[in-house]
């Protein structure tokens, strides 16, 4: 078996405070790898700005593999992380914040 026959999601939230074009690298950074996950899930943690809103909508119409679960009410970090790990298809799963450059 190669890492190629490997399947697996990343996870990743985002609330109002996250900067829109950090975000932007970090999920691009993650669908560009050589091996891209199958699925990416992210979850906006509450209300976001409107312009990490246009972000996202941008990246979804992009990024086929990715689901957006929206949470109506802030619930914090682990919640939010909690639910994007419930929703993941497969068993193996990459947590990544909405800064991180993979």
Avoid: W
């Avoid at 209300?47 to 909508?57: G, M």
Wanted: aromatic share 4%; proline share 6%.
């Amino acid at each position: 078996m190669s890492i190629r026959d490997i399947s697996f999601s990343v996870c990743m939230s985002v609330y109002r405070n996250d900067n829109p074009k950090d975000f932007r690298l970090a999920i691009m950074s993650i669908y560009k790898q050589t091996v891209p996950p199958d699925e990416i899930i992210l979850v906006i943690d509450g209300p976001i700005k409107t312009t990490l809103q246009r972000a996202i909508d941008e990246i979804t119409k992009e990024i086929p593999i990715m689901r957006v679960i929206p949470l109506y009410k802030n619930m914090g970090h682990a919640i939010a992380r909690q639910t994007g790990l419930a929703e993941a298809r497969n068993e193996l799963v990459a947590v990544m914040d909405s800064d991180d450059i993979s």
